[in-house]
């Protein structure tokens, strides 16, 4: 399965061999689900503002609103008696009702983070996923949402008990709490979780929750307490749901996995574990490749094994994370979304902050004496950082800077794709190649600037010397797809700080291997002389 397009044929142009290191990715993350009336499972992924509906026997998946449509960031999903979807829109600020024959409407805006949504006897009931969120109940007719509860710890997706109360989880307190539907305070009713993201009730009345930093999945008896864990897997769970006959599924946020939680607590795969991005990437001397994919960092084996060294629910994880490079020993450097650069110590789990409240931060790259050069596309500038946090700037009035590379005297290459061209930066900035599309990524091997074209799907190689350029591959599946404009999301206020822009990142390892960041497809590329 592949999110980008099942034809999707990427070519190498002669004498380079073009391979996938690791497999396309078939969602773009998974949060929300529900089961619909027709059997199929409903995912939403708000990372790539879609929608798909996902065989439960074969997990074929079916995209039900694509990208680029107008639903942006979906986080939750519930459907009333008449079919009618209704998505929260986590990044947006607003619930959407989709009816079955795809006409699309907002019923509810001004809802910052709204998140977990459920319908009960056609009655709609949303929170906002943020800190100080509220509990609502909403009117597909457009009257004004009633509010329930207020200044509540990020509470996330909620569910009707047998007992006719409301129950959600409140993630910063790791607790379980339930609010009367018809008004009055709400109360906790359960603690001790490791961030509890989603409560449901399956068929006999049992809530079952899921836990994203342990990887439970947790039923229990709301009259006793009693609590039985019924599956122990990976973490960076999102959501779960039920099936008329009791079976259970359960969604990845991190990786975008959908799973049936057997009687055994043993998965049966729906759709495997992909990529929301990758976005930056890099080779460490060693020959060890990772890659930045906004809610982990990726690891890559030779033989296209994805490992998580760290993910959003670890503690000292950076942050939604963009560019990444190569560090001293067991360090790398990354970027966030929230405008910091950070060096990572894998040994330790510890991330040391070297700048911060910069503006929508891109690739960076290493220099000879132990600082960075990073691409701050929000302020049009390039800057270098040293590892005791003193920043320079090094250009300005660049066009959305993006893709950094560093030549052995020291000077930079770096990619503008407001402007259509690479520029060179070495005291002043100038122009070396001009014409492209949105150029993004950037590499050098031997005297060739290699580059990422995410506009025209190509990787160019120009020579530094004559200034010849080739086409050395094309059909790349990087950025959207073609004809295709995806709404820029605009993140979650008080947890991922926007805009969350992607972007396609280039590495050259020591071999001579380029490595792409088809975040188009979620894979990574090579790109080896054949």
């Not at 024959?101 to 910052?112: F, H, K, M, Q, Y």
């Not at 789990?349 to 691409?375: F, H, I, K, M």
């Not at 025209?456 to 295709?484: C, D, R």
Request: overall charge negative; aromatic content about 6%.
């Amino acid at each position: 399965m592949n999110r980008y397009g099942e034809n999707t044929q990427p070519q190498a142009a002669a004498g380079w061999q073009l391979a996938r290191l690791s497999s396309p990715s078939a969602l773009f993350g998974a949060n929300g689900m529900r089961m619909g009336s027709d059997g199929q499972l409903y995912v939403v992924q708000a990372f790539g503002s879609q929608v798909s509906a996902v065989d439960t026997g074969s997990g074929a998946c079916e995209t039900i609103s694509p990208v680029g449509g107008p639903i942006v960031a979906p986080d939750d999903i519930a459907f009333d008696s008449h079919d009618v979807m209704y998505v929260t829109e986590v990044m947006s600020a607003r619930v959407s009702a989709r009816t079955p024959s795809g006409e699309v409407r907002v019923i509810a805006d001004n809802v910052p983070a709204a998140n977990g949504i459920t319908a009960y006897q056609d009655r709609l009931f949303m929170d906002e996923c943020r800190p100080g969120g509220r509990l609502f109940e909403l009117y597909p007719d457009g009257r004004e949402p009633r509010v329930m509860a207020e200044n509540l710890p990020l509470p996330n997706a909620l569910s009707v008990g047998p007992d006719g109360k409301l129950y959600f989880p409140q993630i910063a307190a790791g607790e379980i709490w339930r609010c009367p539907l018809e008004g009055g305070a709400p109360e906790r009713f359960m603690s001790g979780f490791a961030v509890p993201t989603a409560v449901k009730f399956d068929r006999n009345g049992l809530l079952t929750t899921t836990q994203a930093a342990s990887g439970e999945v947790t039923k229990i008896d709301i009259q006793s307490g009693e609590k039985t864990v019924v599956a122990n897997v990976r973490p960076g769970i999102d959501n779960l749901a039920f099936a008329d006959d009791n079976r259970l599924f359960i969604s990845h946020f991190v990786d975008g996995g959908v799973a049936e939680i057997l009687a055994d607590g043993s998965e049966r795969i729906l759709v495997p574990a992909g990529l929301l991005g990758p976005f930056g990437i890099t080779v460490t001397g060693d020959g060890a490749v990772y890659a930045a994919d906004g809610m982990s960092m990726i690891s890559v084996s030779r033989d296209g094994q994805v490992s998580r060294p760290t993910m959003f629910t670890q503690e000292g994880y950076p942050g939604f994370i963009r560019g990444i490079a190569a560090g001293p020993a067991n360090n790398v450097y990354v970027t966030t979304s929230a405008g910091e650069v950070v060096l990572y110590n894998f040994s330790t789990r510890e991330a040391q902050t070297l700048a911060n409240e910069l503006n929508e931060l891109y690739s960076l790259a290493p220099t000879q004496d132990g600082a960075v050069v990073v691409a701050e596309g929000g302020e049009g500038r390039l800057l270098k950082v040293t590892a005791d946090g003193n920043v320079t700037v090094l250009a300005r009035g660049l066009g959305r800077p993006n893709g950094v590379a560093v030549a052995d005297d020291g000077s930079c290459y770096v990619s503008e794709p407001d402007k259509g061209q690479v520029s060179h930066v070495n005291g002043g900035s100038s122009a070396v190649v001009e014409g492209l599309s949105s150029p993004q990524g950037l590499g050098l091997l031997g005297d060739q600037l290699l580059i990422v074209d995410a506009g025209s799907k190509e990787l160019i190689a120009v020579s530094l010397g004559t200034k010849q350029q080739q086409t050395i591959a094309s059909g790349l599946p990087v950025g959207a797809q073609p004809g295709v404009t995806p709404q820029i999301l605009m993140g979650i206020a008080g947890l991922i700080q926007g805009p969350l822009t992607p972007f396609s990142g280039l590495a050259v390892g020591g071999d001579g291997t380029v490595y792409i960041a088809a975040d188009g497809e979620g894979s990574v590329l090579t790109l080896k002389r054949a």
